[in-house]
């Protein structure tokens, strides 16, 4: 059968031109040449998706401790971006009983996630979407989980700082966020998990009344990522702020300030819920000695690091 084919190539071959020979012998010899990604690429365009990150499936190990280290409960909505089999979001809804949404641009990982998640008995708590996490929608996740490339994360970081809400948790397994630093890193079977909370934004000038405070007060702050700088003026003096850091959307930060000789010292904690921030202030001791309240000039406030 072989045989007959080429012999009907090469009669066809005879009745072309010998210049149109010659480009079809040219076009096979450069296509030989042409190296893996390339041919891969041109694979892509007969139906395969371009993926950002082949498939390597996460130990179970490592996935319980990806849960642990984001204090995973039935309260949360875990997004997997680049879900694989889907076993994160799988052992979350199963063992926590959370809510799961697994992201992967291949058909053939979302089949089997779909399969994965009916044999566990979860199919009322998890979905899977084939998407390209890039354009899908996380705004509602209380979890992220990732297994992506270094490059991947920084070219993800801006839309996870820009639509998830102050305090949603991330674990990324094995790479970090650049210059965005961990609130911890674990090392569990070699690989490390590196585990962010996405902060509020702090950033703007903000118009401060508390009994402790005297009028008119102002605190000017700026931020990259969860640590801030800026100042506060409160009457004729203007004092740095020390110490300055958000958990989310809490946020707490150091005054010292001279009072008639003697240096106090006052730490400022509060809850930012968008312009406005509501907490205590306390003095060296730790003992709460007033509340404080700032509403911030919205026109003041710009986009977080990213």
């Known amino acids: 059968m072989i045989n007959k ?18 480009a079809i012998i040219l076009f096979a010899f450069l296509v030989a040449l042409l190296p ?46 680049g879900c ?22 291949d058909p053939a990982r979302i089949r089997e996630s779909k399969e994965n998640a009916k044999s566990a008995g ?22 992220i989980m990732l297994y992506l490339w270094p490059e991947v994360n920084l070219k993800l970081r801006p839309k996870l700082l820009r639509e998830l809400r ?13 210059d965005w630093k961990p609130e911890s890193e674990t090392k569990v079977e070699g690989h490390y998990l590196y585990f962010f909370i996405v902060p509020a934004n702090s950033t703007g000038t903000w118009r401060l009344t508390g009994p402790d405070l005297s009028n008119p007060a102002s605190l000017r702050l700026t931020q990259k ?3 801030i700088q800026g100042s506060m003026s409160s009457g004729p003096g203007a004092y740095p702020v020390m110490n300055g850091r958000l958990k989310g959307s809490s946020i ?12 106090e010292i006052r730490l400022f904690e509060g809850n930012i819920s968008g312009n406005v921030i509501v907490g205590t202030v306390k003095n060296q001791m730790g003992n709460t000695v007033s509340a404080w309240k700032a509403i911030r000039d919205a026109a003041t406030a710009v986009p977080i690091a990213e």
């Open 166 to 178: 102050p305090g949603t948790r991330i674990v990324s397994h094995s790479h970090t966020m650049g």
């Open 225 to 227: 990522f969860q640590m």
């Open 122 to 143: 979860v199919t009322h708590l998890v979905q899977f979407i084939e998407q390209n996490l890039f354009d899908t929608n996380i705004s509602d996740a209380t979890v």
């Open 36 to 81: 893996w990604g390339c041919q891969a690429s041109v694979q892509q365009t007969q139906g395969k998706p371009a993926l950002d990150v082949p498939y390597e499936p996460t130990s179970n190990t490592i996935t319980q401790e990806m849960l642990r280290i984001a204090n995973v409960t039935s309260a949360d909505v875990v997004y997997d971006l």
């Open 84 to 105: 694989g089999d889907g076993r994160i979001v799988i052992m979350a809804a199963k063992e926590r009983k959370a809510r799961g949404v697994g992201v992967d641009l």
């Open 252 to 263: 707490r930060f150091v005054i010292e300030r001279m009072v008639q000789g003697v240096k």
């Open 5 to 22: 084919i080429c012999g009907e190539a090469m009669k066809k071959m005879r009745m072309l031109s010998t210049a149109t020979q010659g």
